[in-house]
């Protein structure tokens, strides 16, 4: 298998927060008020719960469709050193296929809000191919580039893993007040309370973190890729947010033992897609093709039934999850 650049990176910043473990495994929770949930504007929406926390989904049909893809940056700084470049990738308007189109006019219709979190010395684009299949099915993601953990930092510093799920929730609230700002693209287009969070590696971490330590109510739905819980804790809480898991048994960068601890500690609904050939990066950044396209297809369904309420999604799941024979489900949903 071809080594990615990234992969060498990754080993390495990831021993190191393996080092500082001890130091952060009981840090207190960052300081940070919880943001709520902001108001729908525009067109109706079905609503999933009060604004002060997620709520169970109604049954629904998320699109059976493609979409093109467009792709719009924003930057924040939610203050000092704290400066956060956002990529995000939406459903456009066009013919589905080929390279997403920078500020392409926004499909029509609301659609859910996925936040990702890069893995240490990553960067969103890392992992476009998994992301813009993400948002070709009728998801907005929101990936953020975190200010001492990405590739290129200035500072580089690995501990401060602990406190990117109050940058998450930052970004995630000013992204969502689009959707009622006047003359902005979004406006009318974001489902703001259909929320998930997802991340690969020390963005694992910072996902189970908005679960855990530092838990945003507005989340409906979680998936960690090749994560642990390490410097943010398992003692999960608030309203039920069901998670799916997906991690390689030969990554030698994040235990699969490691992962399958912090998926065993879930309290809600759940399942973990196991990849017994799959090492770190290979099923997410396009080393692995066969991999990657089931690990596309099943956090598909699984984001179309947890956020769009498609129970024929959750149907599908367990095939999509299987199919090839190079992965196995451990299927609690």
Request: glycine share 12%.
């Amino acid at each position: 298998m071809r080594r990615h650049p990234l992969r060498a990176a990754l080993a390495g910043a990831t021993v190191a927060a393996a080092l500082a473990g001890a130091l952060v495994g009981c840090s207190a929770e960052p300081d940070r008020p919880v943001a709520e949930r902001p108001a729908p504007t525009g067109s109706p929406t079905p609503t999933t719960g009060s604004s002060a926390g997620a709520g169970p989904i109604p049954a629904g049909s998320a699109p059976s469709r493609r979409f093109a893809v467009g792709v719009r940056e924003v930057t924040y700084n939610r203050g000092g050193d704290r400066r956060l470049p956002v990529t995000v990738w939406y459903p456009a308007q066009g013919s589905p296929g080929g390279s997403p189109d920078r500020n392409a006019p926004v499909a029509a219709g609301r659609f859910p809000v996925v936040l990702f979190s890069h893995g240490l010395t990553g960067r969103p684009s890392d992992y476009r191919g998994l992301l813009v299949r993400w948002s070709a099915a009728g998801f907005v993601v929101v990936a953020p580039s975190y200010p001492h953990t990405s590739r290129g930092a200035a500072e580089f510093q690995v501990l401060d893993v602990v406190n990117q799920p109050a940058d998450a929730s930052y970004v995630l609230t000013r992204v969502l007040a689009l959707d009622g700002r006047a003359g902005d693209p979004f406006r009318g287009h974001l489902a703001v309370d259909r929320v998930a969070a997802a991340g690969h590696s020390a963005g694992g971490v910072t996902t189970i973190g908005l679960f855990t330590a530092g838990r945003d109510p507005r989340l409906d739905a979680g998936i960690v890729l090749a994560g642990t819980a390490l410097g943010v804790g398992t003692a999960f809480s608030g309203p039920a947010a069901p998670q799916l898991f997906v991690h390689g048994q030969l990554d030698d960068v994040v235990s699969y033992r490691a992962g399958k601890a912090a998926y065993d500690r879930v309290p809600w609904p759940k399942a973990m897609l196991t990849l017994p050939k799959g090492d770190h990066v290979g099923a997410l950044l396009g080393n692995d093709e066969g991999a990657l396209d089931v690990v596309a297809d099943t956090t598909v369904e699984f984001l179309r039934w947890s956020l769009y309420g498609d129970d024929r999604a959750l149907r599908r799941l367990p095939n999509q999850a299987t199919r090839g024979g190079l992965a196995t489900l451990d299927d609690r949903l």
